[in-house]
């Protein structure tokens, strides 16, 4: 919960002629503490970051660190995994407001319920979710895991996979699976414009359609390659294309080009006629100043309830262990 105190930080005054980076920096030094940046930031804040990679990285770099505050440069939910897996420590999140859309889409109460009338069903939970679903899920995947810990279970094992419903479509698709799927979405990958994406396909036709599996069937479908966030990076740096058609939230487009600067990479636009860029306006909420901020008040402080940690831990602990031995 929120309280005014909490709240204030954020907007607390930053002179406007302060060296961000450099008190950043400084900071950092000071306090101990390590900055995590999902590739969704913008790109001031992954060139300060520590590390910056999708959700699995993120979780295993903060399982591994010996950092004594962790600032996560992402939503609520990814600063909840990481005080599920390091609960001695001070986790902070820039903007305590930025939430998920994929995340609300999955109420743990309803969730529970649903897991409750399916008893003989393995449940398997998005990382995108709260840490009171996590608590009653036997094993957490992303989007660069799912296909692999899925068919680590014999065929014909029961399962719920929730909250994704594109995404567990994509996994049934590609695994021969029938896994029983929550009705949830990210509204950032269910806004891509087929029409226009095609348009673009037109204008640029030597360029890949590069799409995360968040994305609608039938963006997939007109896809040329289909991948977590980091996938889809590694597949940009390997392939001797030139131009890339990017159907994910923009953001990892900084990234990109640092790593492939001789490339060009055109976002696909959401069906708003008005924007070019796919944006999550959650992520867009931590700002350089609010970062600043979290660092020196260390007010926007992410708290788990200790008997959901205890529960939700263990999900996300065989979630790293089988990515560890599939070597992911």
Not at 42 to 49: L, R, S
Not at 191 to 214: G, N, R
Not at 240 to 245: D, P, S, T
Request: aromatic letters at 8%; a negative charge; proline letters at 5%.
């Amino acid at each position: 919960m929120l309280t005014n105190q909490s709240i204030g930080y954020m907007d607390a005054p930053v002179p406007k002629d302060m060296n961000l980076k450099e008190a950043i920096d400084k900071l950092r030094k000071e306090k101990n503490a390590i900055i995590l940046a999902h590739y969704y930031q913008t790109g001031d804040i992954q060139d300060i970051a520590d590390y910056i990679g999708d959700s699995l990285a993120l979780a295993q770099w903060a399982a591994k660190t010996t950092a004594d505050i962790i600032v996560l440069c992402g939503v609520h939910f990814m600063g909840e995994t990481v005080k599920i897996l390091c609960p001695d420590k001070k986790v902070l999140v820039p903007d305590l407001n930025a939430g998920c859309s994929l995340a609300d889409s999955c109420p743990a109460p309803e969730f529970a319920e649903f897991v409750k009338q399916h008893p003989d069903h393995v449940v398997i939970s998005y990382v995108n979710t709260t840490a009171v679903v996590k608590a009653v899920t036997d094993v957490v995947v992303t989007s660069t895991n799912a296909r692999q810990i899925v068919e680590s279970f014999p065929e014909g094992t029961k399962m719920i996979f929730g909250p994704d419903r594109n995404l567990g479509n994509y996994i049934n698709s590609i695994t021969g699976r029938n896994m029983l799927l929550w009705n949830g979405a990210c509204h950032v990958h269910e806004q891509f414009s087929m029409e226009k994406i095609l348009d673009l396909k037109k204008q640029y036709p030597d360029a890949d359609v590069i799409t995360h599996p968040e994305c609608k069937q039938p963006i997939i479908q007109v896809s040329d390659f289909v991948g977590s966030t980091a996938a889809l990076l590694k597949h940009t740096i390997k392939s001797e294309k030139k131009q890339f058609i990017v159907a994910t939230e923009s953001g990892v487009i900084h990234e990109m080009r640092k790593q492939s600067p001789d490339k060009e990479f055109i976002p696909a636009p959401p069906n708003d006629s008005t924007c070019a860029y796919n944006e999550c306006n959650f992520m867009r909420l931590n700002t350089m100043e609010k970062l600043y901020n979290c660092l020196k008040f260390e007010m926007s402080e992410i708290f788990v309830d200790e008997d959901v940690q205890k529960k939700a831990i263990k999900p996300i602990r065989k979630m790293l262990e089988i990515s560890e031995k599939l070597g992911l």
